[in-house]
Structures are given as structure tokens and as C-alpha cells.
């Protein structure tokens, strides 16, 4: 049987995009009548909006999102919400389920992308939290990317929020020496006392560096980062050999209107791309496979090679000096000596 509805249904709607740090005014608000069932929809009434970082970027257009608004769009967000009557065979009334209901009391649905909820599980809102989006972000980005091994320091920042409360329990789980960064006292006591972290820090009492240190002696070796910016800099300056970043979240930058100096991660984030670091010294066991490999197709004349040779050792100051401005064209060298040798 269909729910009894008012007529109304209260909306918030995108007015403009923030300047900085959101505020109220760049939202608006309206009434409308609720939306009328069609045959293949549901109509669900809302009980718990989510309230997501990302949506701070989704109201200046960001690319990255597939979400566009202009002004007067009810604002876009995932929602628990309801079914009160429905014409899909798949919902009937009484079902509760996650979907993008945005910010509104009443919205209709085709059912695409929209997810049953079993509330004998947990409660039902935190099909929005940590067994949804935000949980499922701790979760992979800690099982498949940073992948901590027992005994190894995983540092987690915005720790006690969902995503970054998930990551450090999993990580915790998988026998990780876990350690949070967050922006409070009494948040880090949490992270420790409830959700097991070894110890948490306080970005806010300042020096993150040094109390990473304290806390990480060993180094840090694998970190989620849901900050970037400063917190990500800290970090960086107390890795381990061998450690991963899992570049999640940069929370930081979503309310500047220009991205901070230094290169922009961001596009990282968006092309799930990996940066690793390189040392050549790691690999000088490979210096016979690749003498073999490379010294082959010169000889066969399908790898090429170019040097820019400078006569006489009293040219290699200006050699140099031509190199560090990019006026070389191929390796440096200066002939010192006259030589026949394979030439
Ligand atoms: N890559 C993905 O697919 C994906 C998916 C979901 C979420 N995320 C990202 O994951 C991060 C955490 O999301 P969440 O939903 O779990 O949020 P959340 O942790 O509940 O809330 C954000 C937290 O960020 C911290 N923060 C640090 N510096 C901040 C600053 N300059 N301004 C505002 N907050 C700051 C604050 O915690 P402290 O006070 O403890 O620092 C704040 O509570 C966000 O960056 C989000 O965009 C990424």
C-alpha cells in the first residue's frame, strides 16, 4: 500500500559556486509538489542525506564528475531513503535503499544504480558511511593499493572520519601498526581508544613532521592520504624504504579557488595513476641483461644514440654549463684524450 504523503517536498537547490570555504547563501531553498509516479519508477521518501567532500568540487563544475549543476538544480548526494510507492517491479513499498535522492524530501527513481539495504546488518544510515561509498574507499584503497604487512606503520590522515576510520581498522585488521593524523584532541583519543590505532597526531599542535617521527620511528609504509597539501608534505618527509601513497583525497584544496603551489595531484587521483620512486643503484644486477639487451639492437641498427662531444678538457666548463641550460643535444662528453677505440 502506497504511504499517505503531504503535498510538499522541500528542496535545496546549487545557487553558485563557493568562493573559497562554502557558505550558506551559496545554496537556495524551494517547495515543490511531490513528483508523480510513472510505470517502471519508484518514489521514495528520504531519511538520511550524505554529506560528502566531493560535493564541494562538484559546485565549481569539476570535471572529474559526471554530476554538472546550475543554478536552481537541486543539489546532487547520495541518499537512504524510503520506498512509499512504486510502479518498478523490483521496489515495492517498505523497502529501504541508497539512492541519489540529493538534497530533497521526495524523489522518483528508475531504479538504475540503486541499492537494497538490509537493515539487520547495521543501521541503515550507514549504507552512506562505512558499508557504502566512503567505506568502500577505505577498504580497497587499503586491501589493493596500499597493502600494509603485518608489523608495518600504515598512517592514515582525516582518520576518524568514514573513510579514513575504515582504512585504519582494515589496515588494523590486517595486522598494521596503525597511526592516524587528525585535527583534534578529542578526535585522535577516539582513533586511539575505539578504534585501535596505535597513536594518533594532531596536525593542529603543529610540527606534523616531528610527531610523525616520534610516532613513526621506523618510517612510514604505506600512507592513506585523505588531506594532501601540508599534511601529504609531512608525510613525505618520514617515508620508509619501499613505502606506498594511496592518494585518496585532498580535502585541503577543495575550497581554494586556485590549486596550491607545487605540481596539482589531483589529475593523479583521476587517472588512477602510480608514482613510484626510481633509484638506478636498486637495479645494477641488471646492468649485464641490459648491456645484452640494448648492445644487440645497436648492433642490429634499430636503437639509436646521439652524444655532443666537446674537444679538450678545458672545454668542460662550458660544456657543462651548456648542459644544466639544456643547450646539449645528446649525452655530454669531452673528449680529453684522442682515441681510435670503436669509433
Ligand atoms: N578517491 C575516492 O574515490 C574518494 C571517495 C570518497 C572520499 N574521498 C576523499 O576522502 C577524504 C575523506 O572523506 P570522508 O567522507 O571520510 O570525510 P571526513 O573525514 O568525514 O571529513 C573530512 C575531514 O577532512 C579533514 N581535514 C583535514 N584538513 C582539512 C581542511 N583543510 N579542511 C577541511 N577538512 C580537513 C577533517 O578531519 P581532521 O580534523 O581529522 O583533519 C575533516 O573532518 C576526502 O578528501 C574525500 O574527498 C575520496
Same mark, same amino acid.
Given at each position: 500500500?502506497?504511504?499517505?504523503?503531504?503535498?510538499?517536498?522541500?528542496?535545496?537547490?546549487?545557487?553558485?559556486?563557493?568562493?573559497?570555504?562554502?557558505?550558506?547563501?551559496?545554496?537556495?531553498?524551494?517547495?515543490?509538489?511531490?513528483?508523480?509516479?510513472?510505470?517502471?519508477?519508484?518514489?521514495?521518501?528520504? +531519511?538520511?542525506?550524505?554529506?560528502?567532500?566531493?560535493?564541494?568540487?562538484?559546485?565549481?563544475?569539476?570535471?572529474?564528475?559526471?554530476?554538472?549543476?546550475?543554478?536552481?538544480? *537541486?543539489?546532487?548526494?547520495?541518499? *537512504?531513503?524510503?520506498?512509499?510507492?512504486?510502479?518498478?517491479?523490483?521496489?515495492?513499498?517498505?523497502?529501504?535503499?541508497?539512492?541519489?535522492?540529493?538534497?530533497?524530501?521526495?524523489?522518483?527513481?528508475?531504479?538504475?544504480?540503486?541499492?537494497?539495504?538490509?537493515?539487520?546488518?547495521?543501521?541503515? @544510515?550507514?549504507?552512506?558511511?562505512?558499508? !557504502?561509498?566512503?567505506?568502500?574507499?577505505?577498504?580497497?584503497?587499503?586491501?589493493?593499493?596500499?597493502?600494509?604487512?603485518?608489523?608495518?606503520?600504515?598512517?592514515?590522515?582525516? %582518520?576518524?572520519?568514514?573513510?579514513?576510520?575504515?582504512?585504519?581498522?582494515?589496515?588494523?585488521? /590486517?595486522?598494521?601498526r596503525v597511526v592516524?593524523?587528525?585535527?583534534?584532541?578529542?578526535?585522535?583519543?577516539?582513533?586511539? &581508544?575505539?578504534?585501535?590505532?596505535?597513536? %594518533?597526531?594532531?596536525?593542529?599542535?603543529?610540527?606534523?613532521?616531528?610527531?610523525?617521527?616520534?610516532?613513526?620511528?621506523n618510517g612510514i609504509?604505506?600512507?592513506?592520504?585523505?588531506?594532501? !597539501? @601540508?599534511? +601529504?608534505?609531512?608525510?613525505?618527509?618520514?617515508?620508509? /624504504? !619501499?613505502?606506498?601513497? *594511496?592518494?585518496?583525497? /585532498?580535502?585541503?584544496?577543495?575550497? /581554494?579557488?586556485?590549486?596550491?603551489?607545487?605540481?596539482?595531484?589531483?589529475?593523479?587521483?583521476?587517472?588512477?595513476?602510480?608514482?613510484?620512486?626510481?633509484? *638506478?643503484?636498486?637495479?645494477?644486477?641488471?646492468?649485464?641483461?641490459?648491456?645484452?639487451?640494448?648492445?644487440?639492437?645497436?648492433?642490429?641498427?634499430?636503437?639509436?644514440?646521439?652524444?655532443?662531444?666537446?674537444?679538450? +678538457?678545458?672545454?668542460?666548463?662550458?660544456?657543462?654549463?651548456?648542459?644544466? &641550460?639544456?643547450?646539449?643535444?645528446?649525452?655530454?662528453?669531452?673528449?680529453? !684524450?684522442?682515441?681510435?677505440?670503436?669509433?
Open positions: 500500500m502506497p504511504r499517505a504523503v503531504n503535498g510538499i517536498n522541500k528542496r535545496i537547490t546549487f545557487l553558485r559556486s563557493p568562493r573559497g570555504l562554502p557558505v550558506p547563501e551559496d545554496f537556495g531553498a524551494d517547495e515543490t509538489g511531490i513528483p508523480k509516479l510513472a510505470a517502471g519508477q519508484f518514489l521514495s521518501r528520504t +531519511l538520511y542525506l550524505s554529506l560528502d567532500p566531493y560535493y564541494r568540487n562538484v559546485m565549481k563544475n569539476s570535471q572529474i564528475y559526471a554530476d554538472r549543476l546550475t543554478p536552481g538544480d *537541486v543539489m546532487v548526494g547520495e541518499t *537512504v531513503a524510503e520506498v512509499i510507492d512504486s510502479q518498478h517491479p523490483d521496489f515495492k513499498v517498505g523497502d529501504v535503499v541508497a539512492v541519489r535522492n540529493g538534497w530533497q524530501e521526495y524523489a522518483l527513481s528508475n531504479g538504475q544504480g540503486v541499492r537494497k539495504i538490509d537493515p539487520s546488518i547495521a543501521p541503515v @544510515s550507514t549504507a552512506l558511511g562505512v558499508l !557504502g561509498m566512503p567505506g568502500l574507499t577505505g577498504y580497497a584503497g587499503t586491501v589493493f593499493l596500499a597493502q600494509p604487512l603485518p608489523g608495518q606503520t600504515f598512517v592514515v590522515s582525516a %582518520c576518524t572520519g568514514p573513510v579514513g576510520s575504515t582504512a585504519g581498522q582494515v589496515a588494523r585488521h /590486517m595486522g598494521a592516524g593524523i587528525a585535527g583534534s584532541k578529542e578526535k585522535c583519543d577516539y582513533a586511539v &581508544r575505539e578504534l585501535g590505532f596505535e597513536a %594518533c597526531v594532531d596536525y593542529r599542535e603543529g610540527d606534523l613532521v616531528g610527531q610523525l617521527k616520534a610516532a613513526c620511528p609504509d604505506a600512507y592513506f592520504d585523505n588531506v594532501g !597539501g @601540508s599534511t +601529504l608534505e609531512a608525510v613525505t618527509l618520514n617515508l620508509a /624504504m !619501499g613505502s606506498r601513497i *594511496v592518494l585518496c583525497g /585532498m580535502i585541503e584544496a577543495y575550497s /581554494m579557488d586556485t590549486p596550491p603551489p607545487g605540481p596539482w595531484l589531483g589529475p593523479i587521483v583521476g587517472a588512477r595513476a602510480t608514482m613510484k620512486g626510481l633509484v *638506478v643503484y636498486d637495479h645494477m644486477n641488471r646492468l649485464p641483461e641490459m648491456t645484452r639487451v640494448i648492445g644487440r639492437w645497436i648492433h642490429d641498427g634499430s636503437f639509436r644514440w646521439k652524444e655532443d662531444i666537446a674537444k679538450g +678538457l678545458e672545454q668542460a666548463p662550458a660544456a657543462f654549463c651548456r648542459l644544466m &641550460r639544456g643547450q646539449n643535444f645528446g649525452k655530454a662528453l669531452v673528449e680529453v !684524450g684522442s682515441t681510435k677505440l670503436g669509433r
